[in-house]
């Protein structure tokens, strides 16, 4: 079997991949190893970036219907007394223009969103329940059971996740970075008009509640390597009362929690793979970087990998420049991009690692100064939409450890459009070619 693109892995990746490439009349085979739906959690907060390539795609409307839209980010510090003692928020409407807010989808409905408009291409051929066991220079290698499928490809791209069989073809190994801290993560049903994001938090103690639409909410706890297992053998009533002291306003909610069996374990890792391509082969999304999930990065990392490798593999195909060397502007534009957004989830991350008080007075008054100073809260959004990158400097810093006063003036819109990535950002291969 013959193909223009080969794509190993139908999670969000792979398949925002295969959109892109089949819209612009490219040919592909995409194999995913499930049947069905993947039986663990996985993201469902969409970042702004990750809408507007929807959009791009013809899909974002569709998604939108399935989405719960999230403009601000609650953040409550708790008293030892479990009173609020400070509430600060992260709000995305400081982005200028329509991609000023974030989307909880769930992670199976985005996925056949994306898939079922790919195939509706008659150039997708989509294999489920037949993973990709081998690659070569030439071909891959499919199997379901005793059944071999031989696939034959201009490009060989790995979308597998965290453990990808192109990766190791690839030559590539990663090392994973381990944190002090597990989550557990369950959804359950939410008040209708609790729609917002919220993190409640005490100098000891996190649960992040983020609403999903149909009235439910995703939660993740954080707890110590090793309690899940003790937690388990405590009825589930001590699981409400771990979520209903820190969230009264889920009393009678999270009790639809009746088994332990619903809660899963969450153990995050981190990693970046050294590179992203070798030949005519190239891995996006987790196959190429795993990030913390206190960031809600991982599906929009993917998402924006494929947006470039896409586009830049029909332009490939379509422009004459195929010569797999060419690759190297997809690693280009994403490597720096990606490295970025892991370091500022690692951040996050050990903002609610240490469970002692000094740092939770520090995490406080560094949100508190963020809300105060313009500067700091739109590069902060900014960073985390994926709509841009704006780094903080040294000055910033000072802003937010207090030692400098907060800057007052707004800033213009027009500042803020400007530090948007332009298309000539995303593509910049287009200008050399003349495309
Ligand atoms: C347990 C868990 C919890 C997470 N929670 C969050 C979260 O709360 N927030 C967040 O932002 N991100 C979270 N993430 C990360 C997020 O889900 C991923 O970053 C995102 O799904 C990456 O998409 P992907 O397409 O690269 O990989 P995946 O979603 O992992 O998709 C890979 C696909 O490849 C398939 N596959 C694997 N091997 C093969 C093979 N050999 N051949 C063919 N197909 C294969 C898999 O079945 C899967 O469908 C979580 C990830 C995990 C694993």
Redesign the pocket.
Known sequence: MRTEVFI????????TLALKLVNRGIDVIL????TGE?P??????LQPKSMQIFDRLGIGEEIRSHANSIRILDLLELSDSLQVEKRSYMDYSILPGRYNSAYMVR?EKLKSIIREAAMAHPNFRYFSG????ELTETKAVLQRGKEKLTVEADYFFG???????TRKAMGITVKPTEYNHHFL?VTFPRRPDFTEGRIISTYNRFLGLFPLPGNEV?S?YLISPGAYKELKEQPVQYFHKMYTDLAPSVDGYVQHITDWKKI?L?IPISYHSPKYIAGNKAI????AH??H?MA???????IQDADILGELTADMLESGEKDPVNLQWYERVRYGRASYTLRLSHLSALAYSFPYRPVSYIRRRTFERMEEDQILHFKQMLNTSGMGIWKENTRDRLVQSGLLPRRRPTLPEELKKQKLFRKADDYPWKAEWNL
Do not use: F, W
């Open positions: 190993s892995g139908g999670g969000v990746g792979g398949l194999a995913e190893k499930l993947t663990v959690y996985k993201g469902e907060l992670h037949m993973p990709c066991k979308a597998e996740g965290r453990a990808s069989v993560t995703r993740v899963q969450m996006l999304g987790d196959a795993a990030v999930p809600g990065e991982g599906m929009n990392m993917a």
